[in-house]
């Protein structure tokens, strides 16, 4: 059935270092497809988005690219900040009502 | 800034006694969700309401009721709670169901 799968975490990076935080998914047609962020004790914010093949959603120097081909959207950022700790959430629509559908999220800690 | 707004950002209520959590938003979107989300956990979708037609989750416990009044207003009513409704509740608005969701910054609540 229609899915979402994020690598397992948590990954702790020092200050600078090359972030990639993997995302595949299963499903039928092509889907939008979206990368949340969660700050501590915050809610939710989006992060980036791509809604159609081969685009490449960027945003606070993170990106993604929708690969159809292999069904990922990895999230990468070249150099982190102790900023970017937080928990990530790839996320589309599934099923036959469009919900959204949340990976397990993967906590994120970036050391000075 | 427009915005989605969760009142209170923390509520403690005793097992069994209701209690109502709220959400108003200024984006004027016609989609309004709730979700639970428990500690290292995904948000898992509640209900949503478009515009005034209300979508109840398969497997919501009947505990969870919600209502809106008007596009800006939305509550989440927990008739009886139990101790393993303990979570953080969000809130989220979106135009349509695959347009990116907006969202608030969540009440935690604690059940004593």
């Known amino acids: 059935g229609d899915s979402v799968t994020q690598m397992e975490g948590p990954v702790t990076l020092s200050e600078e270092a090359f972030l990639t935080i993997n995302c595949t998914y299963t499903?039928?047609?092509?889907?939008?497809l979206f990368w949340y962020v969660q700050y501590p004790g915050e809610g939710l914010q989006l992060l980036l988005k791509a809604t159609k093949a081969d685009d490449k959603g960027s945003n606070k120097g993170f990106e993604a690219t929708y690969r159809k081909e292999t069904t990922s959207f990895h999230l990468e950022k070249g150099s982190v900040q102790v900023s970017d700790s937080a928990v990530y959430f790839c996320a589309l629509p599934l099923g036959a009502n469009s919900k959204l559908t949340f990976g397990k999220g993967i906590t994120l800690s970036v050391r000075p | 800034d427009a915005m989605v707004i969760q009142n209170p950002r923390y509520q403690v209520t005793q097992f069994g006694k209701p209690v109502t959590l709220s959400c108003s938003q200024t984006?004027?979107?016609?989609?309004m969700y709730w979700y639970q989300q428990k500690s290292s956990q995904a948000p898992k979708l509640l209900f949503h309401?478009?515009?005034?037609?209300?979508?109840n989750e398969a497997d919501t416990p009947d505990n969870f009721q919600s209502r809106r009044p008007n596009t800006s207003f939305c509550f989440l009513d927990i008739r009886s709670p139990g101790l393993g409704d303990a979570a953080m509740y969000l809130c989220?608005?979106?135009?349509?169901?695959?347009?990116?969701?907006?969202f608030g910054d969540g009440t935690r609540l604690s059940i004593l």
């Open positions: 499903a039928t047609g092509y889907p939008s």
């Open positions: 309401y478009y515009d005034k037609d209300f979508n």
């Open positions: 984006l004027n979107h016609n989609v």
């Open positions: 989220a608005t979106s135009r349509a169901f695959l347009e990116p969701q907006h």
